[in-house]
């Protein structure tokens, strides 16, 4: 995963994010997106390395095939 704080110019943008504090992920404009924290904020470039991370597809915004 690539925190907020971790990203440079050869870290692909985050297209998901979770927090830190659940075990879902959604899309990065998904408006329960939109109320993490960014302290609690995890971001990922794709949906592999989010289920890697042990999380699963958020049912608000159904990120994933």
Do not use: L
């Not at 992920?25 to 329960?32: G, I, Y």
């Not at 302290?39 to 990922?44: D, K, M």
């Amino acid at each position: 995963s690539v925190t907020a704080e971790g990203t440079d110019q050869d870290t692909p943008a985050a297209t998901f994010v979770g927090s830190s504090s659940s075990e879902v992920f959604h899309m990065v404009d998904c408006h329960s997106a939109r109320r993490i924290k960014e302290f609690n904020r995890v971001e990922y470039a794709s949906i592999e390395d989010a289920r890697s991370d042990g999380r699963r597809p958020a049912e608000c915004c159904r990120p994933g095939p």
